[in-house]
């Protein structure tokens, strides 16, 4: 049986792999959706308190320091810290885990962004435990960004050849990347669960190193509704908005605080 910490110590390990934070480090975009929800938010977050969660390698970073000065990034690898403030020598960044957001105050951020499936490397429980640190430090109004694993997507956990045969260049490194390590995922299998409202599974991420959480819209629409939000909106990974999706990987969440309790 899985111990909660069994998929904590594994995924810890493998973001604090020299190797991944590396792949971090290199990374300097925005995805489309991230684009059509901050371009969307603009008006309401421009010169406002940020908080920026899971930052890697300071991928977001530039982008959001552009919105606003106000901008604080945490991560719980203190690597990717070292190597984001290197690059942004004057960014507020601090190693901290999203679990536990006690250095920061209630009601002091506008806007609060998790993302890159970052929130997919905790427990269920922790999970949940995080939407709820995330609601207690939004201020009123406040909104909160992330992108989580579609459990809904047509090939969710679905090796390669399972997927249907390609032939182009694409597939056949994919499969050859996948075979490499399958001694590895057939170890990590041992840790996956699988229940109705989620799977955690031991997907290619990082040479299959990590165990992902996969959920569908209905379900993190429910979780993020029995945390405290409102207003939820999913997108799929062109940005648009939708309310099942069976065609993208990721999906992305914006919610908001309520202005008023209960």
């Keep these: 049986m899985t111990r909660q910490t069994d998929i904590d110590d594994l995924n810890k390990r493998g973001y604090a792999s020299p190797k991944v934070v590396d792949w971090y480090d290199e990374l300097d975009f925005t995805h489309q959706t991230e684009r059509v929800i901050l371009d969307s938010l ?9 908080l920026d969660i899971g930052i890697g390698g300071g991928r977001t970073t530039k982008f959001l320091l552009e919105i606003s ?25 601090f190693c901290c885990d999203a679990r536990d957001l006690s250095i920061f105050p209630a009601d002091g951020f506008a806007f609060v962004l998790f993302s890159l499936n970052g929130i997919d490397y905790v427990t269920h429980e922790d999970r949940l435990r995080v939407l709820k640190e995330v609601l207690r430090v939004l201020r009123p109004g406040g909104f909160f960004m992330f992108s989580t ?14 997927e249907g045969i390609r032939l182009n260049l694409g597939f056949l490194k994919n499969c050859l990347y996948t075979v490499a390590f399958l001694p590895k995922h057939f170890r990590m299998q041992r840790h996956e669960i699988h229940t109705d409202e989620y799977a955690i599974v031991n997907d290619n991420a990082h040479g299959f190193s990590l165990l992902s959480y996969y959920v569908g819209i209905d379900q993190q629409r429910a979780q993020l509704e029995a945390a405290g939000f409102v207003d939820v909106e ?13 065609d993208s990987p990721w999906t992305y969440y914006l ?3 309520p202005l008023f309790p209960g």
């Design 234 to 246: 999913a997108y799929d990974m062109e940005g648009s908005k939708v309310e099942h999706d069976r």
């Design 42 to 50: 603009l008006p309401a977050i421009k010169n406002q308190k940020l």
């Design 149 to 162: 694993h579609n459990r809904d997507y047509r090939y969710f956990n679905k090796l390669p050849w399972q």
């Design 69 to 93: 000065r106000d901008y604080i990034g945490i991560d719980y690898t203190a690597a990717c810290i070292e190597a984001t403030r290197r690059k942004y020598p004057r960014a507020d960044l």
């Design 255 to 257: 919610a908001r605080k």
